[in-house]
């Protein structure tokens, strides 16, 4: 399973932080938001530590990191627009869990609103 936390309401030009835990050990986590009427667009990804991917509406603005102890993965937002405004969702590819993988798995989503 993953759960995601952390969205909320918040003024433009402020920040808010994302987590998503696994259940397990993940591999590549990745962050994607849809906006009403709007399809699902990739935001973030992680496959590594040393490895980040970002959406180029995004890039300088968020950033992506994970805590392997913590089987979870963080995505800072900062300097936040209206047009941010979208159900955060996370995905993980693959999660070790109890002695077998889980592929493709979804967190529940966590509404960020951006005010102007």
């Known amino acids: 399973q993953l759960q995601a936390s952390g969205g909320g309401l918040v003024q433009a030009g402020g920040s808010l932080r994302l987590s998503c835990t696994a259940s397990g050990r993940v591999n590549t986590i990745s962050w994607y938001r849809q906006a009403p009427g709007r399809e699902r667009e990739l935001v973030a990804s992680?496959?590594?530590?040393?490895?980040?991917r970002y959406a180029n509406s995004v890039k300088g603005r968020f950033t992506i990191s994970r805590d392997d102890a913590k089987n979870t993965v963080y995505l800072q937002l900062n300097r936040l627009e209206p047009e941010d405004t979208a159900v955060y969702y996370c995905?993980?590819?693959?999660?070790?869990?109890?002695?077998?993988?889980?592929?493709?798995?979804w967190g529940q989503g966590t509404q960020v609103t951006v005010s102007s």
């Open positions: 995905n993980a590819d693959r999660v070790w869990y109890r002695g077998r993988n889980y592929y493709g798995l």
């Open positions: 992680i496959p590594s530590s040393e490895t980040t």
